[in-house]
Nanobody, 124 residues
């Protein structure tokens, strides 16, 4: 069974930075495009960022472009989301997801495997 494990969430003041990480098995990671999504209270889960298997292609939601950076370390089977200039509206549970054998996508339905989520809270 594929497991994705996120870490690194927490509480930060507006304007601050935070990095969340997500690890899975080497086999799964090597063949997966990876994505980050988030879900705020009372809202639907939304796309944040995605990265191709090689790391050569990245995609971002307009709301985070220029502030967030997605990256991956294939040797460590880990994907990262570096979040800078955080705003209170970035407060959400952040989920990583794997699209095994697939391409990076903005669509939730493209991802077969999901982590349990990590809470990010940005105070004003």
């Amino acid at each position: 069974q594929v497991q994705l494990v996120e870490s690194g969430g927490g509480l930060v003041q507006a304007g601050g930075s935070l990095r969340v990480s997500c690890s899975t098995s080497r086999r799964t990671f090597s063949y997966s495009a990876m994505g980050w999504f988030r879900q705020a209270p009372g809202k639907e889960r939304e796309f944040v960022a995605a990265i191709s298997q090689s790391g050569g292609s990245t995609y971002y939601a307009d709301s985070v472009k220029g502030r967030f950076t997605i990256s991956r370390d294939n040797a460590k089977s880990t994907v990262y989301l570096q979040m800078n200039s955080l705003k209170p509206e970035d407060t959400a549970i952040y989920y990583c997801a794997a699209n095994l054998y697939g391409r990076p996508s903005l669509l939730i339905t493209e991802y077969s495997y999901w982590g349990q989520g990590t809470q990010v809270t940005v105070s004003s």
